[in-house]
């Protein structure tokens, strides 16, 4: 052998003494071992004291429309046909007919009518040596009054008030001769009885006559609206929840007259698969000023996650995932199956294992918003006690090697991005909606996170949509026609 040879062997044995010693095989065993099972009880949680969210108080001007022609029509019946004597303290001396010669014109505008009426009639003494003969007489009667609103429980009703009530005689009449001891168009008042006139036109519109049924207006805002969602195979449902209905003035002509209101409202919306009536309320209405500008119109909207989506989400996330157990010589685990429910508010989250660690792992957290609510996370994930107490049961300190492998996995993998739902919501709010004979328009120009919490049937997230929002509804006069002779003293 020469040095050279030599030089090679004495150079290649080390490295061939190291080889052989990797290349050891620890015997196995008959049975491998395997670690106990995690027989821990599931944790349980007081409940959380925190309520859940409300909806704030938003403002939505509505503008209620409905036809007065029903008033108009009893204002112009209120007109009497005719006036004559009878009965009257000046019968004996004087005999007088008025026949209205048309149909009365009744105007409403603003909350405001204006009557007039044309008659034609004539006027005579009973003997005596001033007799004397009128005829014929063109005479108007004219009046003007308020159309109120008046608050009867649920319901809005009317009457009227009648502010002036005037005569007058037109230049073609008959003025031959003076009966009176004053000019004859100043007696016209006298003989046409303008205080009994007036109560009669006052008497042709009361609360207990005409109204509108506002409990209907109510209903319609509370709702729901109801708004399909193809491509998310479920709806948007719109509550507004009222609290309180306040009127203004009316404005508009007689056959479009608007009451200005405004409606307190504390509005939530949400994806159903579908839109349930919510429990009937009884309409709290009131009276007083309107804001001339609309405020800031917000609804909070509810964007649930099923713990049975959320644990699908989970399972295809992590089914196979295997993670070393480090410092255990080698040992691994796998993932088989984890499940997500509800823990008192918070999540619970259940992680069974295969290979080297065999049984369920329980982890628990708190939901929380991030990215202006769009998106969830548990950032106080972690292990439950017993969960730790059952794995140190193998080896002290095994806990922490288990939740090294699992607890970030969890933390990624329960993320919840809810982005498409809130644009989506978003996209199907903006708009006009119907309920009932209501109309609401809706525009949403942003969002604000609410908050995060855990139901028995589902994570919600909850975030505030802002934007603008008004509405109209048209409500139908209602009432009792008053007849001809249901009002007193209006002919003779």
């Given at each position: 052998m020469t040095y050279a040879s030599r030089f090679i062997i004495t150079a290649l044995l080390p490295m061939y003494l190291i080889g052989?010693?990797?290349s050891h095989t620890i015997p196995q065993a008959s049975t491998k071992p395997v670690p106990p099972p995690i027989s821990s009880a599931v944790p349980t949680f007081a409940a959380l004291t925190k309520e859940q969210p409300k909806a704030p108080v938003s403002q939505l001007p509505l503008q209620i429309k409905a036809d007065l022609t029903p008033i108009q029509a009893a204002l112009r019946d209120a007109i009497p046909e005719r006036f004559t004597e009878s009965g009257h303290q000046l019968e004996k001396d004087f005999r007088w007919t008025f026949v209205r010669t048309g149909s009365p014109e009744v105007r409403i505008q603003d909350g405001m009518a204006a009557i007039h009426a044309e008659y034609k009639g004539d006027i005579e003494t009973?003997?005596?040596?001033?007799?004397?003969?009128?005829?014929?007489?063109?005479?108007?009667?004219?009046?003007?009054?308020?159309?109120?609103?008046?608050?009867?429980?649920?319901?809005?009703?009317?009457?009227?008030?009648?502010?002036?009530?005037?005569?007058?005689?037109?230049?073609?009449?008959?003025a031959r001769c003076n009966m009176f001891n004053v000019p004859v168009k100043d007696q016209l008042a006298e003989l046409f009885s303008l205080s009994e006139a007036k109560a009669a036109l006052a008497r042709a519109v009361q609360p207990e006559t005409f109204g509108l049924p506002l409990q209907r207006v109510w209903d319609d805002l509370q709702g729901p609206l109801v708004m399909p969602v193809s491509n998310f195979n479920t709806k948007a449902c719109y509550y507004g929840h009222p609290r309180e209905l306040t009127l203004g003035p009316q404005k508009g002509t007689l056959q479009e007259t608007t009451i200005v209101a405004v409606a307190k409202e504390m509005p939530v919306v949400g994806f159903e698969q579908s839109c349930e009536e919510p429990a009937p309320t009884i309409a709290l209405i009131n009276t007083g000023t309107i804001p001339a500008e609309p405020k800031p119109f917000s609804m909070l909207a509810r964007i649930p996650v099923s713990y049975a989506s959320l644990s699908q989400q989970l399972q295809s996330k992590l089914f196979h995932q295997s993670f070393p157990l480090e410092g255990a010589e080698g040992e691994t685990a796998v993932i088989e199956q984890v499940t997500a429910s509800d823990a008192n508010g918070r999540i619970l989250m259940a992680v069974e294992t295969s290979g080297?660690?065999?049984?369920?792992?329980?982890?628990?957290?708190?939901?929380?918003?991030?990215?202006?609510?769009?998106?969830?996370?548990?950032?106080?994930?972690?292990?439950?006690?017993?969960?730790?107490?059952?794995?140190?049961?193998?080896?002290?300190?095994?806990?922490?090697?288990?939740?090294?492998?699992?607890?970030?996995?969890?933390?990624?993998?329960?993320?919840?991005?809810?982005?498409?739902?809130?644009?989506?919501?978003?996209?199907?709010?903006?708009?006009?909606?119907?309920?009932?004979?209501t109309t609401m328009d809706v525009l949403i120009t942003g969002q604000q996170p609410d908050q995060a919490y855990s139901t028995p049937q589902a994570l919600v997230a909850t975030v505030l949509m802002q934007g603008t929002a008004s509405a109209a509804s048209k409500v139908a006069v209602e009432g009792t026609t008053v007849t001809r002779n249901q009002l007193k003293g209006e002919v003779r």
């Open positions: 052989s010693a990797c009973r003997g005596g040596a001033q007799a004397c003969r009128l005829d014929p007489i063109y005479a108007t009667l004219d009046a003007t009054g308020k159309v109120v609103l008046i608050q009867r429980n649920e319901s809005l009703a009317f009457g009227f008030e009648p502010t002036h009530v005037t005569t007058g005689l037109k230049p073609e009449s008959d080297d660690l065999k049984g369920t792992t329980y982890y628990w957290g708190t939901p929380r918003l991030e990215d202006n609510g769009k998106s969830l996370s548990i950032p106080d994930l972690q292990m439950a006690n017993e969960s730790r107490t059952a794995i140190d049961s193998i080896r002290i300190g095994y806990w922490q090697t288990v939740d090294r492998g699992l607890k970030n996995r969890l933390r990624q993998a329960v993320a919840t991005d809810f982005s498409s739902q809130i644009n989506r919501l978003k996209q199907v709010m903006t708009g006009k909606h119907t309920s009932g004979n």
